[in-house]
């Protein structure tokens, strides 16, 4: 099969916002405990802080880390995570049905943060709680000090300010699961008022609203009319989240969920321009996609065990280990989101460590990369600079999430100041190769050319503690032709491939 992708310089989506490559840790499952946090394990910090987790984090090069929830947020009480360890209270976890003993709080997970790489991303509770505890949150965190809460601060042993910019208005407010669930008039109300009052401290932090848990629930897309009606002036971004599933083990229908991904922003881009023309308003309001990734492996024995069990500390929990078929579809997700970085600025995996996460950890063990790790990390390395408008000339296939799904699902990145072009590219053809022609517009004459493959011939194949390396790129050399402005490459069945040029 043949496939035909032009580049013009001229033709361009946008500058991408390095937090695209975003991601999450939650108080949830081992995602903290045992995963970024292990005393005494072998290579922990005296802070307890593991360093072959940091290490892989830190060659992830993720920008941001959003914390400490997710569904936790909605019933936590950030106080209970400063101050001596020995006084910390331990609190049931009602999202979770686990204990939380608070070993980690705000001021453990920002030096984490620091050594990771990362900057942090908080949350406020805005399902337990409101206003006033989340006022209080924000300026212990960012007020330089003489006041209540910034002196507490400084006594609990931090002098500084972290200087936290970026704010999520509390967790999928409309998922009737969520501690103190509202309606979008009453969350839109409560936001609102959170967002005025974050923004008489500081009128240069960056707030977060809550849209739709996905795009299947029955408030949706009105959900975020009413919430931006509401909030539109005070707040900056989106949140919309969706996870992937393949329950029914059909590939063609699983790869071709990112076309609904591509709907569902295209969407929220429409109800936020009728909500900024209603308004006349000059502001511009943004997506945030601060949950995404595949989540089915364990989801349904998890429900089962949460059922069961008696509040456990850090317990073994939506740690689904992905598949060869999975980097697939994480490869389709992040194209996306770049062929759509005009209007989504900011996307965070969920999650980062042990939790539906590209990181896993054994507790006293080694730390590894799972399969989705990998696409995500060419991601975030080379996705960086100018999303490319490009034409692309393939056949399709038909399914039921979408009419017509290009076999070939590829986005384009140009970085002006190292030189480089790099496509991001799908074979969603599970039997053909594919010769892909790519033709470079007006950027001057081919020098070089790259080609990172990941293939497996096994769509289920795992990386796991005893075979970590199972699934991970490979340089390939010898398939690619090259030509003043044109390069032709050939991608085998089912594969993902980073071809680089310059
Ligand atoms: O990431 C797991 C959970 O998924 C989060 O806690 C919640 O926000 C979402 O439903």
Request: aromatic letters at 10%; a negative charge; glycine letters at 8%.
């Amino acid at each position: 099969m043949d496939a035909r992708v032009t580049a013009h310089a001229h033709y361009s989506i946008g500058e991408i916002d390095k937090r695209l490559y975003g991601s999450f840790l939650e108080h949830l499952g081992r995602a903290v405990y045992t995963g970024i946090y292990e005393p005494g394990h072998p290579s922990a910090h005296p802070n307890g802080m593991r360093q072959d987790v940091i290490e892989l984090v830190r060659q992830l090069d993720t920008p941001i880390c959003r914390y400490p929830g997710g569904n936790f947020v909605s019933a936590y009480n950030w106080e209970d995570g400063i101050g001596p360890k020995a006084e910390r209270p331990t609190r049931l976890d009602l999202a979770w049905r686990t204990s939380e003993s608070n070993e980690v709080g705000i001021h453990e997970f920002a030096e984490w943060a620091e050594a990771a790489g990362t900057e942090m991303m908080l949350a406020v509770n805005l399902g337990s709680r409101g206003l006033d505890a989340a006022r209080n949150f924000v300026e212990y965190v960012n007020h330089p000090g003489g006041s209540y809460w910034s002196d507490l601060r400084r006594k609990n042993g931090r002098a500084e300010p972290w200087d936290v910019k970026l704010w999520c208005l509390g967790n999928e407010m409309d998922g009737p699961w969520q501690v103190g669930h509202k309606s979008a008039a009453e969350y839109g109300h409560l936001a609102n008022e959170t967002a005025k009052a974050l923004r008489a401290f500081d009128d240069k932090l960056e707030l977060v609203v809550c849209g739709s848990s996905h795009s299947e629930m029955p408030t949706y897309p009105q959900w975020e009319a009413t919430v931006l009606e509401e909030t539109y002036e005070q707040i900056d971004y989106i949140s919309l989240h969706m996870y992937f599933e393949n329950y029914e083990k059909k590939t063609a229908e699983y790869l071709a969920l990112p076309q609904k991904l591509d709907r569902y922003i295209g969407t929220v881009g429409g109800v936020i321009d009728f909500i900024k023309a209603k308004k006349r308003s000059k502001r511009d309001v943004k997506i945030s996609f601060d949950e995404w990734n595949v989540w089915y492996h364990e989801r349904k024995s998890d429900a089962r065990r949460m059922k069961e069990w008696d509040w456990p500390h850090a317990p073994v929990l939506l740690e689904d280990i992905y598949n060869f078929e999975d980097v697939l579809q994480v490869g389709c997700i992040l194209n996306t989101f770049i062929r759509r970085s005009d209007l989504v600025r900011i996307a965070c995996i969920a999650q980062l460590v042990n939790v539906i996460a590209p990181i896993m950890t054994e507790p006293g063990g080694g730390a590894w990369r799972q399969t989705i790790y990998h696409p995500l990390q060419l991601a975030s390395h080379y996705g960086r600079g100018t999303a490319l408008n490009l034409d692309v000339d393939c056949q399709s296939y038909t399914s039921d999430i979408a009419g017509s799904v290009p076999y070939l699902d590829v986005s384009g990145v140009h970085d002006a100041e190292a030189g480089w072009l790099t496509f991001f590219a799908v074979n969603r053809h599970g039997q053909e190769h594919m010769d892909v022609e790519l033709s470079v517009e007006r950027f001057g004459t081919i020098k070089a050319i790259e080609h990172t493959l990941i293939k497996h011939d096994d769509l289920e194949a795992r990386n796991t503690k005893d075979n970590p390396e199972n699934v991970k790129p490979q340089q390939v050399g010898g398939t690619a032709s090259l030509e003043q402005n044109r390069v032709g490459v050939t991608v085998p069945p089912y594969s993902y491939s980073m071809i680089r040029i310059k």
